[in-house]
């Protein structure tokens, strides 16, 4: 099936969404849980944004004006004294404006000359910070689904908030099977391989606010398989697997699944990743991703990322991602997958005003390396090739 009708048999299943109130300290990358409103205008009072003399416009209409200096204002400290026609007050960065004063004038356009100052450049009324000009009391500052960046959590403290409502990251289990995989820095036997895939996916989860938990290999065999996703539907939220999900006599994930779970789609018309499966076992969300490690990749990418984001309350465009969406010329060219979207890694950089992306590595599902060589994915349409100058879609991975 297409990626897009993929997506809406997985939509149908969702997970509960806890909540939690924590620190700024603590917030950092979280998920917004609720939208933050201003508890107090931003700014408070109008201020200055910059240190000189606050003063009237139209006294500052001429060259060479003097006006006469009656006092000084400090942010955090007492304002300035009233300011009538042809005076002046002094004002620091931040410090409110005095009442009759509607301009300031910077420190460098000025000279002091005993209990006067001499204004040898512009008096600016945009140098005044108004009164709830960022944000005004109960405004929405920050929405919800939003990642928390050091930004926002600046913003966050603006607006007066000590804590903030995040979603608790939900618990992924990660499990690969296959009885030729061992843990990196163990010894590998004539026909081994060290596992890896689990090692990328708990990142990918990490990224998008879950908590990964990485489950030990499981061996070819259907009572380890068994007990293994029946411990992790016990334990947590959304299971995660790699390899047997194809059609060899050894891949036992699907086989498991359509005698003893509840399949909701098997297969989809993508390359890499051909072969992905969606279910629940023993109520649990369970997805099966192929054993290659590029399209264990490239399936979470298309398939399990955006159905964690609508599960999490994500915002579309502010909420954690793993690539953006754009457009690329193409270098290189790139062979398509008859009947099915080609997904295959590039490299995307910028020349002159536009994206441009070549091929740097050969393009098979084994070739992890292909992954750090590149930082992008074609969206070729099925059927259809890229040839060096067209402009295509593409993934951006971040």
Known sequence: MSVERALELAGAVSIPMATEEVSLDEAHGRVLADPLCALADDPRFDNSAMDGWAVRASDCAGEGVRLRVVGTGQAGGAAAPDVCSGEAARVMTGAAIPEGADAIVMVEDSEVDGDEVLITGPARPHYIRIRGENLEEGEEGLPAGVELTPPRLALAG??????????????????????????????????????????ALAGLCHRLGCQPVRFPLVIDELDALRAALTRAAEECDVIITSGGVSMGDWDLVR????????????????????????????????????????????????????????????????????????????LDEVKGAPGKLALKRIHITTEGDELVARVRTHQGSGNLASLVAGNGLTLLPAGSDGEPGDIIDALWLR
Not at 170 to 194: C, F, M, N, R
Not at 278 to 304: E, K, R
């Open 158 to 199: 603006t607006m007066g908030h000590a804590t903030v409502p995040v979603i608790v990251p939900p618990k992924v289990a990660v499990i690969s099977t296959g009885d030729e995989l061992v843990p990196p820095g163990e010894p590998l036997g004539e026909h081994d391989l060290w596992e890896s895939n689990t090692h």
């Open 255 to 330: 086989r498991l699944m359509e005698t003893e779970g509840d399949v909701r789609f098997w297969r989809v018309h993508i390359r890499p990743g051909g072969p992905p499966l969606f279910g629940l076992w023993n109520g649990t969300p369970l997805f099966g991703l192929p054993g290659n490690p590029v399209s264990a990749y490239v399936v979470f990418l298309m398939l399990v990322a955006p159905w964690l984001a609508l599960n999490l309350g994500h915002h579309p465009e502010d909420g954690p991602k793993l690539a953006d969406r754009v457009r690329v010329r193409l």
